[in-house]
């Protein structure tokens, strides 16, 4: 019940953003704008992640979803007003893209931590596979479904159809009981002081186990590596290929088709009986698969589309069980630090990777930071596969191996 109305709510969500970033474009025309709005809507998670992460872990979890998602709601009705009142202008969406942002630096960590509360443990990576499958579905869908309202409807009828969506989120939380970790400070007042204190025993927690850490360098160059090559994927069509609208949406189409076979490949399969071999094999696919892109002539704009299918596949393989081993290994009363520092030092990564991207393809192409982030997560890959910390992770954990609370001494 609560994974199909969370769905529901991301079509919306996806709605919206494509309906926001259009009209940004189409009224600005600036690139500045575009800028500053992906700033607001990331900025937030990243500042206040760790901070909201503490937060999740000694509030009631269910609360903590049904506050954001109708935050959210609240935060869209007021944008809704603003366009149906013809006075919208472009900072508003800023702040309502920033309101946005912080719930989701609650939301996330919220029901992820609820899910591995609610599932069985051998059925968090196909559970992951679902996720990973959903974002796949959304990327096709979301955007020609987000052309087409705003061809039916005007924009504040857009918009407003996020509002009923993060309805269908909210309601069943109502009526759906969320189990709660137990803490051993359960009850104690929440104080500045506190929650400091928390956020630095979620980094000692991490820090205590290498494997772990090792996964999350992993992630966040995967992030630094990633996140331009998406950014520069229509220059790579039109400069590269010497191709037009149709090629780029064909090399997207192409990697969101692949998502989606890997996720239900994930799904069906469950991945090995390590997760952090299945997350690390996946990688080591996803960045051939991106080596081939970056490798593939301009007259050989098939060969491309195959590289992006096979990255797609990759992708659920290496993200999916990344969150299923989180889900796992760590302590529930610690998981929504934990998610939420990944979650942050993660998405730090993506400006600082577009601002390195943009020279290096001046001076070297295109194509090559397609190899060299192929060839990175390659050999990460093959890194992470000769490295007991990371291989055997879960099965430290289960033996008692690591500690399964940060030493106080070190948290203060």
Same mark, same amino acid.
């Given at each position: ?11 919306? *969500? ?5 309906? $926001?970033?259009?009209?940004? @474009? ?31 872990? #000694? ?12 935050? =959210? ?11 149906? *009142? ?13 309101? #946005?942002?912080?719930?989701? *630096? ?6 992820? +931590? ?36 705003? @061809?039916?409807?005007p924009m504040f ?19 759906? @009981? ?24 979620? !980094?000692?927690? =991490?820090? +205590? ?53 890997? *996720?239900?490949?994930l799904s069906a ?33 098939? !060969?491309? =589309? ?32 934990? !998610? ?8 730090? !990564? ?47 954990m289960r033996a ?7 030493? $106080?001494?070190?948290?203060?």
């Amino acid at each position: 019940m609560i994974w199909g109305s969370q769905a529901v709510s991301l079509v919306g *969500s996806g709605l919206v953003q494509f309906a $926001l970033v259009w009209w940004l @474009t189409e009224t600005t025309g600036s690139v500045a704008i575009l800028a500053g709005a992906t700033l607001a809507a990331i900025l937030p998670q990243i500042i206040l992640g760790p901070f909201a992460g503490a937060l999740v872990d #000694r509030l009631n979890r269910r609360i903590v979803m049904i506050v954001a998602d109708s935050a =959210v709601a609240t935060a869209t009705g007021g944008l809704v007003l603003l366009f149906a *009142s013809g006075v919208i202008q472009p900072w508003h969406i800023f702040v309502v893209l920033f309101v #946005r942002s912080v719930c989701g *630096s609650f939301q996330f960590p919220a029901l992820q +931590a609820s899910t591995s509360l609610m599932v069985p443990k051998e059925q968090l990576t196909r559970i992951a596979g679902l996720n990973q499958m959903l974002s796949g579905v959304l990327n096709i869908a979301t955007p020609p479904l987000g052309a087409l309202l705003m @061809t039916l409807l005007p924009m504040f009828g857009v918009i407003a159809v996020d509002i009923v969506t993060a309805a269908c989120a909210v309601v069943p939380l109502f009526f759906v @009981t969320i189990p709660q970790p137990e803490r051993q400070d359960a009850g104690a007042a929440i104080s500045p002081r506190s929650l400091l204190r928390d956020v630095r025993q979620g !980094m000692v927690y =991490v820090r +205590a186990r290498p494997g772990l850490v090792i996964i999350l360098f992993m992630a966040m160059v995967i992030n630094f590596l990633f996140s331009p090559a998406g950014m520069l994927s229509p220059l790579l069509v039109k400069n590269h290929f010497l191709g037009g609208a149709w090629e780029l949406s064909i090399l997207q189409s192409a990697s969101g088709a692949g998502i989606i076979i890997g *996720s239900l490949i994930l799904s069906a399969w469950g991945g090995f009986k390590k997760q952090a071999v299945t997350s690390v094999t996946g990688l080591i696919g996803m960045g051939l698969g991106t080596l081939i892109v970056g490798f593939t002539p301009a007259t050989a704009f098939a !060969m491309a =589309v195959v590289g992006m299918v096979l990255s797609g596949i990759m992708n659920p393989i290496t993200n999916g069980p990344f969150m299923a081993l989180l889900q796992t290994t760590v302590d529930p009363s610690y998981q929504g630090r934990v !998610m939420t520092l990944v979650n942050s030092a993660c998405m730090a !990564m993506m400006p600082l990777g577009t601002l390195l991207a943009a020279p290096v393809a001046d001076l070297l192409g295109i194509p090559a930071w397609y190899v060299i982030a192929g060839v990175a997560c390659m050999l990460m890959g093959m890194l992470g596969l000769s490295i007991p910390a990371v291989v055997n992770l879960e099965d430290d954990m289960r033996a008692g191996k690591l500690p399964a609370e940060p030493a $106080l001494a070190e948290a203060h």
